[in-house]
């Protein structure tokens, strides 16, 4: 499943849509009342994150829904500048915008958006920019915003995700679980700033109507919810013989979430799904392997790598991720460097942390 993330990623394909049952399942968690909600990467007409809140406008107690959406002005009808009624503007491919205050309940049944918004007080407007989230226009709309919700463009995460934090909002957006270790994500979660949510995202719907399935995406936030989510609490004993320290960090590494020990404190490298289940009473997050920090305790010189088929290329790599210290041949992709005798293993990713 993750093949299909990582194509739409380097084709920079970003049109994949949430279902209404995944945002329903994740967003009872969360108080939104007297809140105004801002849905900045939301076409109404394919929107499941602007249905949801209109039909649970009254019960949530929001104070405002705003939503915008994006149109490539190379593709949309710029030709028409005014809009009467919101079905042509919705139909038109402009970018465009809806606030509204206020909803008609009780809404038993809609069959279509033009039905929901007759349920509202809300006017479709198009807007003069090109409804990008990143525009003055959308940033003046996130301003007077309290909680940004939506499930933004994969290709343009982190710089979503900075925008955010520039501007000290609440959120509940979707993301790819491996952005986490990425240099200009992951501090947020060291110092506490953001944490996961409650579910994974398993599913998406596509603009030709076909459901497709990813790996890995999950509910990135920094809202508090109802309820406490699911952490870990270790159980395993700490068997020295049991775990391999990292040759190039000073902890050992855990490959498993299960494998945590409950009495060890000093530095664990541990899988980055350890983020999920994060457990602030008991560890402190440090960093991670991928990032030039202090932890770091040898660099390799002139690493080599080295693949199965016997083929040699540069091993730069091993420098950039934890690794382990083999005596006997791996048959696997192996390294190794001019001021190491034996063979190197590189591993995924890691979270470094510590029990408090």
């Given at each position: 499943?993750?093949?299909?993330l990582?194509?739409?990623?380097?084709?920079?394909?970003?049109?994949?849509?949430?279902?209404?049952?995944?945002?329903?399942?994740?967003?009872?968690?969360?108080?939104?009342?007297?809140?105004?909600?801002?849905?900045?990467?939301?076409?109404?007409?394919?929107?499941?994150?602007?249905?949801y809140?209109?039909?649970?406008?009254?019960?949530?107690?929001?104070?405002?829904?705003?939503?915008?959406?994006?149109?490539d002005?190379?593709?949309?009808?710029?030709?028409?500048?005014?809009?009467?009624?919101?079905?042509?503007i919705?139909?038109?491919?402009?970018?465009?915008k809806?606030?509204?205050?206020?909803?008609?309940?009780?809404?038993?049944?809609?069959l279509?958006?033009?039905?929901?918004?007759?349920?509202?007080?809300?006017?479709?407007?198009?807007?003069?920019?090109?409804?990008?989230?990143?525009?003055?226009?959308?940033i003046?709309?996130?301003?007077?915003?309290?909680?940004?919700?939506?499930?933004?463009?994969?290709?343009?995460?982190?710089?979503?995700?900075?925008?955010?934090?520039?501007?000290?909002?609440?959120?509940?957006?979707?993301?790819?679980?491996?952005?986490?270790?990425?240099?200009?994500v992951?501090?947020?979660?060291?110092?506490?700033?953001?944490?996961?949510?409650?579910?994974?995202?398993?599913?998406?719907?596509?603009p030709?109507?076909?459901?497709?399935?990813?790996?890995?995406?999950?509910?990135?936030t920094?809202?508090?919810?109802?309820?406490r989510?699911?952490?870990?609490?270790?159980?395993?004993?700490?068997?020295?013989?049991?775990?391999?320290?990292?040759?190039?960090?000073?902890?050992?590494?855990?490959?498993?979430?299960?494998?945590?020990?409950?009495?060890?404190?000093?530095?664990?490298?541990?899988?980055?799904?350890?983020?999920?289940?994060?457990?602030?009473?008991?560890?402190?997050?440090?960093?991670?392997?991928?990032?030039?920090n202090?932890?770091?305790c040898?660099?390799?010189?002139?690493?080599?790598?080295?693949?199965?088929?016997?083929?040699?290329?540069?091993g730069?790599?091993?420098?950039?991720?934890?690794t382990?210290?083999?005596?006997?041949?791996?048959?696997?992709?192996?390294?190794?460097?001019?001021?190491?005798?034996?063979?190197?293993?590189?591993?995924?990713?890691r979270?470094?942390i510590?029990?408090?």
């Amino acid at each position: 499943m993750n093949k299909f993330l990582h194509r739409a990623r380097n084709l920079k394909n970003d049109e994949f849509y949430t279902l209404y049952e995944d945002i329903e399942s994740e967003l009872q968690h969360y108080d939104f009342a007297d809140r105004i909600v801002y849905c900045n990467c939301d076409n109404l007409y394919k929107s499941q994150f602007f249905r949801y809140f209109v039909v649970n406008f009254n019960r949530l107690k929001l104070k405002k829904l705003i939503c915008t959406c994006y149109a490539d002005f190379e593709k949309a009808d710029i030709q028409l500048s005014f809009f009467e009624d919101s079905e042509t503007i919705v139909r038109s491919e402009q970018p465009y915008k809806i606030e509204i205050t206020e909803v008609r309940s009780p809404i038993v049944s809609v069959l279509n958006i033009y039905s929901l918004l007759k349920q509202t007080d809300g006017k479709v407007r198009k807007l003069k920019e090109n409804g990008d989230f990143r525009s003055e226009e959308c940033i003046r709309l996130m301003k007077k915003s309290d909680v940004i919700v939506s499930n933004p463009p994969f290709s343009l995460f982190r710089e979503y995700l900075e925008l955010i934090q520039e501007y000290h909002k609440q959120f509940l957006i979707v993301g790819n679980l491996n952005e986490v270790i990425c240099m200009n994500v992951f501090p947020y979660f060291r110092e506490e700033k953001v944490h996961f949510g409650y579910h994974a995202v398993k599913k998406f719907l596509t603009p030709e109507g076909n459901l497709q399935s990813f790996g890995n995406i999950y509910w990135y936030t920094n809202m508090q919810g109802k309820s406490r989510r699911d952490c870990l609490i270790p159980e395993m004993a700490y068997i020295p013989e049991h775990y391999q320290p990292l040759d190039n960090f000073p902890a050992v590494n855990i490959n498993k979430l299960s494998e945590i020990p409950k009495d060890y404190t000093e530095m664990m490298a541990v899988p980055i799904t350890y983020l999920l289940k994060h457990n602030p009473d008991l560890f402190e997050i440090l960093g991670t392997t991928r990032e030039k920090n202090g932890f770091r305790c040898k660099w390799y010189e002139k690493p080599v790598l080295h693949k199965p088929d016997g083929t040699k290329t540069n091993g730069g790599k091993c420098n950039t991720n934890g690794t382990l210290l083999s005596t006997e041949k791996p048959e696997k992709t192996y390294y190794t460097a001019k001021n190491m005798d034996g063979f190197l293993l590189s591993v995924y990713g890691r979270v470094l942390i510590r029990r408090k």
